[in-house]
């Protein structure tokens, strides 16, 4: 039987690879959404009733700005 100390580990290591950044449009997208400014965002969006425009500006940066993940 697995240690939970293992079973913490291969989630990390699942969790990480699963959520590894694209590109730079990934990398901004977290750190947006860690800052509180993507919330900040979808707030003001939702008032303005306009998209944000985020998803689209994700993409074109991480077709851009691809990083070479193996």
Do not use: H
């Not at 293992?6 to 901004?28: F, R």
């Not at 993507?38 to 003001?44: A, D, E, R």
């Not at 008032?47 to 070479?68: H, I, M, W």
């Amino acid at each position: 039987m697995q240690s939970l100390y293992g079973a913490i580990a291969n989630y990390k290591l699942n969790y990480m690879e699963e959520n590894k950044s694209k590109g730079l449009g990934d990398t901004i997208a977290k750190i947006t959404e860690a800052t509180g400014i993507k919330k900040v965002v979808n707030i003001v969006s939702e008032a303005v009733d306009k998209d944000c425009g985020c998803e689209k500006r994700q993409s074109t940066l991480n077709r851009l700005f691809p990083y070479n993940n193996k």
